[in-house]
């Protein structure tokens, strides 16, 4: 039999307006009614955040509030591992989708407290005020009135008269008034909200070099290359390059010249990789420099460490008595020392 065909959806794809595209997907969009969640694009379509991450961001924002969202209770409702789960909530937390707390109860009890951030691009822009949301956008200030500044008006010049007529005296200018003084205008006021997220376009931070030994001889050098070439054998994605292997023997050395096994670095460099590992070399000089260990402690160090920090007087026995006491020179206790101190003071006093 022939493969049964969706015939609802036939339908609908002729009824979607516009022509249709040659290539590429095409919606069919139907208004939910009850049962949605609104996902914004920046989590949909986020460029550094893994299909697996985004899926258990959307399933983290459709669960109601207050439930288990812990890796196990995640690992019980989806079909990824625990590992891939811990994996995705990491990145979420690194980009500020999610946030682990731990909160101390009155009874001294230890909780940990998971907030998960629909939109947390919004925290980094101060809150608006109240007024100011419900209508919009806040009007701009009426300018203030210009103040009047009385201008001095000057006496007319007399005119001359055929005969003396006595007249009033001529009025006096006005003095000039000052202009007001304004007030400064007020300080800007501080944001309402202080963002904890740096914005995208903040400075990094330059990298750490990769580690280089303090030598690099040639029984280090080869180890490091044959430790390096052999990789892929323990781990199939850590599959170098020749010039990758080359970069990266100076940071294998520095390891093996601080006493560290190659079963220890080669478990400190593959485990746990992101899923798809894209990048090997660059994960693997992220750990070698991140993870490096201290250097071993140098023989002067270790004789530091046994040397005894207290000096304790050691004990000696009295040569009249037997009994112990402590001293650091052999000799008598001390009754037996005031016993012999008294006996010479009274031969004194007899002779």
Not at 34 to 53: E, I, K, M, Y
Not at 90 to 96: F, I, M, Q, S, V
Request: hydrophobic share 40%.
């Amino acid at each position: 039999m022939d493969t049964q065909q969706n015939t609802a959806l036939t339908r609908a794809l002729a009824e979607v307006p516009g022509p249709l595209p040659t290539r590429g997907v095409i919606h069919i969009t139907i208004p939910h009614t009850d049962r949605f969640t609104v996902v914004g694009n920046h989590l949909a379509q986020h460029p550094d955040l893994s299909c697996t991450a985004v899926g258990l961001a959307v399933l983290i924002q459709s669960l109601p509030q207050g439930t288990e969202i812990s890796i196990k209770a995640l690992a019980a409702r989806c079909k990824e591992g625990e590992k891939r789960i811990a994996a995705a909530l990491r990145e979420l937390e690194a980009h500020g989708y999610l946030q682990r707390i731990r909160h101390r109860l009155p009874g001294k009890k230890v909780i940990t407290r998971t907030v998960f951030c629909s939109q947390p691009a919004a925290l980094m822009h101060p809150r608006r005020p109240a007024a100011e949301a419900r209508t919009g956008s806040a009007a701009p200030a009426p300018a203030p009135a210009p103040v009047p500044v009385p201008v001095p008006v000057q006496a007319p010049a007399p005119v001359p008269a055929p005969a003396p007529v006595p007249t009033a005296a001529p009025p006096a200018p006005e003095a000039p008034v000052a202009p007001p003084v304004l007030p400064p205008p007020p300080a800007p006021s501080a944001p309402a909200f202080m963002p904890r997220v740096p914005p995208p376009t903040a400075p990094k931070a330059p990298r750490r070099p990769l580690p280089q030994p303090r030598d690099l001889t040639p029984e280090l050098d080869r180890a490091a290359t044959a430790f390096l070439g052999d990789l892929h054998r323990h781990a199939p994605q850590f599959t170098l390059s020749e010039d990758d292997v080359r970069r990266l023997v100076p940071g294998v050395a520095a390891w093996l010249e601080r006493d560290a096994r190659p079963d220890s670095i080669r478990r400190a460099l593959t485990d746990d990789p992101p899923h798809p590992l894209k990048h090997p070399a660059k994960l693997l000089t992220y750990r070698l420099t991140e993870l490096l260990p201290p250097a071993p402690p140098g023989v002067d160090d270790l004789a530091a460490l046994a040397r005894p920090r207290v000096t304790v007087t050691p004990f000696q026995t009295c040569d009249d008595c037997d009994r112990a006491f402590r001293s650091p020179t052999p000799g008598h206790c001390r009754d037996c020392r005031e016993t012999r101190a008294h006996r010479t003071a009274y031969a004194q006093a007899a002779a």
